[in-house]
Nanobody, 114 residues
Framework: QVPFVESGGGSVQPGGSLNLSCTAS??????AGWYRQAPGKEREFVAY????????YYHNDVKGRFTISKDDAKNTLYLQMNSLTPEDTATYYC?????????WGRGTQVTVSS
């Protein structure tokens, strides 16, 4: 059983916004984050939030545009993405952070194009 199920992706124009959701199969009991993988590229970290919610960290490429948050009552992690650019086009995943295992969800596709 994969630990997280992602949703909320779609196609938007440059400058647009999307809000991704990720529901965990258990309580989000540790640091969790978002990752993305663009075609032909390795999966990369995007943002993470510690269990308490008091600390978050972002990849430099998304800092100031993306915001990670969570709702512990719903076991859900969110990623609000604003000012999207074509370079943000990728499949987005969430998982524990850091994570180097093989248990990944299907992800949710984000496509930014005009």
């Amino acid at each position: 059983q994969v630990p997280f199920v992602e949703s909320g992706g779609g196609s938007v124009q440059p400058g647009g916004s999307l809000n991704l959701s990720c529901t965990a199969s258990t309580t989000i009991y540790a640091t969790a984050g978002w990752y993305r993988q663009a075609p032909g590229k390795e999966r990369e970290f995007v943002a993470y939030m510690v269990r308490s919610g008091r600390l978050e960290y972002y990849h430099n490429d998304v800092k100031g545009r993306f915001t990670i948050s969570k709702d512990d009552a719903k076991n859900t992690l969110y990623l609000q993405m604003n000012s999207l650019t074509p370079e943000d086009t990728a499949t987005y995943y969430c998982n524990w952070y850091p994570y180097s295992g093989s248990s990944w969800g299907r992800g949710t596709q984000v496509t930014v194009s005009s």
